[in-house]
């Protein structure tokens, strides 16, 4: 139990093998440790809060992810434990944190299982289309589209594409440890599906009501929302050209500014002229696809 909590914080578990505990498994690279905190663990009444607690304030977590190329030679996978963890997060963090920064994240807990965007006809010639239910993907509406991906219907042979792409497996065989893989799709969703779009718009509503009074104010304020630290100099100048352009294109082409904000169910804010919000709903999206916003460093 502890030795997968460790690889929910630092990506790796104490013993590599997270599937595979036993006589034909990795070697602990801490074994002391991985013995120390299970004793621990169950000394305190299996209290899990109090287990993550524990870890994540420890001197050990709480070292910066920067790494010298010597230090990559000589432990690449960072099993000494020589830095602070950096992997990308899982398919449903990087969902829900989008939702999360945009303000439409559904926070009630518990409830059925609930149908968010997907790419029309999925289903068609793969799953029978029979009278019972999951032959259909019922797109929902109101809060059930924005609820955590936790909630998400899984048809156990065809996961939900958007994980799929973002590596999370499908459920024919019990995965413990997950594969992570860079690829152009991964860019290309993250920058095109409904509810991405859909939370970059709410994003750039929120830079526009919230952020302050000029470009270079609402670009830093989405930028610290979504990574935890401001833009330095020469980040906040990408942003504030590209802000730039965007808009002197959706002044050039209006109803493209109103077909971009029209992604998505939820409400366009009435308040705000649509060039202006499509314009920083593009600002938002790049920061929200920023290997930065999706990593955990």
């Known amino acids: 139990m502890v030795n997968r909590f460790w ?26 440790l991985l013995d120390w905190l299970a004793r621990d663990f169950v ?41 602070g963890p950096r992997v990308r997060l899982p398919a449903e963090l990087i969902r829900d944190q989008a939702l999360s920064v945009s303000g439409l994240l559904a926070a ?11 790419p029309e006809g999925l ?31 899984w048809k156990r042979t065809m996961p939900h594409p958007m994980m799929l792409t973002l590596d999370s497996p499908d459920r ?15 860019a290309l969703a993250l920058w095109n599906e409904p509810g991405y779009v859909e ?17 270079r104010s609402r670009a830093s304020y989405a930028f610290q929302a979504s990574t935890g630290r401001r833009p330095n100099e020469s980040e906040i100048k990408v942003l504030l050209s590209t802000w730039a352009r965007l808009r002197t294109d959706f ?9 971009f904000i029209a992604t998505g169910a939820s409400s366009v804010d ?19 696809t920023l290997d930065e916003t999706i990593t955990k460093n």
């Open 172 to 186: 024919e065989f019990c995965t413990v440890r997950r594969s992570r893989t860079n690829t152009p799709l991964q």
């Open 43 to 83: 000394d305190n009444g299996w209290n899990v809060k109090a287990f993550f607690k524990q870890v994540v304030l420890s001197s050990t977590y709480r070292q910066s992810s920067a790494v010298s190329a010597e230090l990559v030679a000589q432990d690449p996978e960072n099993r000494l434990l020589a830095r």
């Open 7 to 32: 690889a929910q914080l630092f990506g790796t578990g104490l013993v590599k093998t997270l599937e595979d505990f036993g006589y034909q498994s990795e070697w602990p690279s801490h074994p002391e």
């Open 199 to 215: 939370a970059a718009r709410k994003l750039g509503t929120r830079m526009l009501r919230e952020g302050g009074i000029d470009d």
């Open 270 to 288: 009435g308040m705000v002229t649509p060039i202006e919000l499509a314009a920083a709903t593009g600002v938002a999206s790049m920061i929200l």
């Open 123 to 153: 289903y068609d010639s793969i799953v029978v289309g029979a009278e019972y239910p999951g032959t259909k993907w019922l797109l929902g509406s109101g809060e059930d589209l924005y609820r955590r991906s936790l909630y998400t219907f």
């Open 108 to 118: 009630r807990i518990g409830g059925p299982s609930v149908y968010p965007y997907q």
């Open 251 to 259: 002044e050039a082409h209006p109803e493209e500014a109103s077909a």
